[in-house]
């Protein structure tokens, strides 16, 4: 069965950094589609933290910029490399990533940065 699966979650102290892995599994290949990474904090909307679109595009959400990476490795890897971690950064992230015409999700992983 096709899926996203995450990893590289964890909690840390504000200033640090983190880098999350997204491996597509099964029959999934994830070259040449659109990826991204996407996070839900408590209580608000699933938003848009990082996209790479056909052509290697990539856009960022404002509130990341200059401090998040998104990578792809050939094959079925996506990484998102967090620096400078903030509070407000704390939240569930999420892959995904759009295959012919169908979506897939990760199970998510959190990121959760305290003092």
């Known amino acids: 069965q096709a899926q996203l699966v995450e990893s590289g979650g964890g909690s840390v102290q504000p200033g640090e950094s983190l880098t999350l892995s997204c491996a597509g599994s099964?029959?999934?290949?994830?070259?040449?589609?659109?990826v991204g990474w996407f996070r839900q904090a408590p209580g608000k909307a699933r938003e848009r933290v990082a996209q790479?679109?056909?052509?290697?595009?990539r856009e960022y959400a404002e509130s990341v910029k200059g401090r998040f990476t998104i990578s792809r490795e050939h094959g079925n890897k996506l990484y998102l490399q967090m620096n400078n971690l903030k509070l407000e950064d704390t939240a569930v992230y999420y892959c995904?990533?759009?295959?012919?015409?169908?979506?897939?999700w990760g199970q998510g992983t959190q990121v959760t940065v305290s003092s």
């Open positions: 995904q990533a759009d295959v012919l015409h169908a979506t897939y």
């Open positions: 790479i679109w056909s052509r290697d595009r």
């Open positions: 099964g029959e999934l290949n994830l070259d040449g589609y659109a």
